[in-house]
């Protein structure tokens, strides 16, 4: 078998534990910018209540709060939406040493890339507080995807590989693929990528149980790191014996 080319990390609930705050932070944060945001569709939405069930059915339509909102026709200034959102990370991310010691001992050779449904500008304030920004190669991000596709929409899946393939890499096999999304990691199996969960409050969310996991390749719990490198030992170029 060959070796493994590219890792495709996720960033939110894949990097670092969803329990430090930040995601919640971010949904409470949607809630408000729903509430306070005036104009058009925004006018019939007056508490966090009436924000919180607007946004779950547009949430499992669109995978994307920002995309789902302009696609459903409410007005509002993008960049803006994502500066309120993704407001104050540092406030629940911090340096993660053994997250960098992990990265830093797999292959030189493998290329790392964050594939994300969040913008670019967030993504790389979060690897800047982790301390692992300069690890990766590149941010894929909702720019990348240009605000039209996101995970788990087979679209954005091809996006990437079409990336990899323009720059050197394109063999499906070759990529393994960390995720916390069940959703999300499943459309890369169906690729035909390498696939590590990572088990969070994520799982439960979607309606997931453990015992679905076992197609995946490895499980591993919070976040990713050194435990990893027990459930896989064939990480690296696979040499034949002999």
């Known amino acids: 078998t060959m070796g493994i080319e590219v890792l495709l990390f996720d960033l939110d609930g894949t990097l670092y534990d969803l329990a430090c705050g930040y995601e919640a932070n971010l949904h409470a944060n949607i809630f408000r910018f729903m509430v306070q945001t005036k104009g058009g569709k925004f006018d019939a939405i007056s508490t966090v209540d009436e924000a919180k069930l607007v946004w779950k059915p547009i949430f499992a339509k669109y995978n994307q709060t920002k995309r789902g909102l302009l696609g459903e026709g409410y007005v509002f200034d993008g960049k803006e939406y994502d500066t309120f959102v993704r ?23 493998q290329r790392k890339i964050i594939f ?18 300069d690890l990766f190669e590149a ?12 995970k788990p929409e087979k679209e954005a899946f091809d996006k990437v590989l079409e990336y990899l393939h323009r720059s050197g890499n394109s063999s499906p096999e070759r990529i393994c693929y960390f995720e916390d999304s069940f959703k999300n990691l499943v459309v890369g199996k169906e690729l035909g990528f390498k696939t ?20 995946f390749d490895a499980v591993v719990d919070t976040k990713v790191g050194m435990e990893l490198k027990t459930q896989l030992p064939n990480y690296g170029p696979r040499h034949p014996r002999g």
Do not use: M, W
């Open 116 to 133: 994300t449904n969040a913008p670019e500008s967030s993504a790389n304030e979060i690897l800047n507080l982790l301390g692992v920004s």
């Open 196 to 215: 590590v969960f990572v088990n969070s409050p994520t799982l439960k969310n979607e309606g997931r149980t453990q015992q679905e996991l076992d197609q």
């Open 139 to 150: 941010v894929l991000g909702s720019d990348f995807l240009e605000n039209k596709v996101c």
């Open 87 to 109: 407001q104050g990370p540092a406030n629940y991310i911090r340096k993660d040493p053994e997250l960098r010691v992990f990265l830093e001992s797999l292959p030189q050779h």
